[in-house]
């Protein structure tokens, strides 16, 4: 039983590492004065919470599958 939740808590814990990181560099790249601290923050538009799902998911699949 060991093997298989290592294999989901290290899939999911990449899932939502690159996910907010994604969403993160959006943020610096597009909003100025960008501060990590901010509390109140716009909501990002919903393609690019499609691209950060995109890339989080791409790269889940590399680490759980890399052939």
Do not use: W
């Not at 969403?23 to 716009?42: C, D, F, G, L, W």
């Amino acid at each position: 039983m060991s093997p298989p939740m290592i294999g989901a808590v290290l899939e999911n814990a990449s899932l939502f590492l690159v996910y907010n990181h994604v969403q993160i560099m959006v943020r610096e790249y597009t909003t100025p004065n960008y501060n990590n601290k901010s509390q109140h923050q716009a909501p990002l538009p919903i393609s690019i919470v499609c691209f950060a799902g995109a890339l989080s998911g791409a790269s889940a699949s590399f680490f759980l599958t890399p052939i």
